[in-house]
């Protein structure tokens, strides 16, 4: 049972990332999933969430009209699409999965995925 988060890189600002988050040994379709991310020398914060079976969402305002979550529920995967990068958004960006209802919260949710690394730099 595990997540892995994946897709992160080196982007310029301005440039676009997808990030999946796969889950193996378990469905998704009874969780939600959130993204966070971590900066250095800072919380880990949450990102945006979805809710598996109903298809909601919900996102930081700070990524609000940038950042789009999505499910394949074939795929047993979450994507995370972020546009319009910029160097505050370079982080390790992690998924993990909650029961109930979508927060942004890290005590909230259960199992973490391994983290993938998102620089935004020219």
């Known amino acids: 049972v595990q997540l892995q988060a994946f897709g992160g890189g080196l982007v310029q600002p301005g440039g676009t990332l997808r990030l999946s988050c796969a889950a193996s040994g378990f469905s998704l379709d009874d969780y939600v999933l959130v993204w966070f991310r971590q900066a250095p020398g800072k919380l880990r914060e949450g990102l945006s969430c979805?809710?598996?079976?109903?298809?909601?969402?919900l996102y930081r305002d700070s990524v609000k009209g940038r950042f789009t979550i999505s499910r394949d529920i074939s795929e047993n995967t979450v994507y995370l699409q972020m546009n319009n990068l910029k160097p505050e958004d370079t982080a390790v960006y992690y998924c993990a999965t909650g029961r109930g209802w979508c927060t942004l919260w890290p005590d909230q949710v259960g199992l973490w995925g391994r983290g993938t690394q998102v620089t935004v730099s020219s």
């Open positions: 979805i809710d598996i079976g109903r298809g909601s969402t």
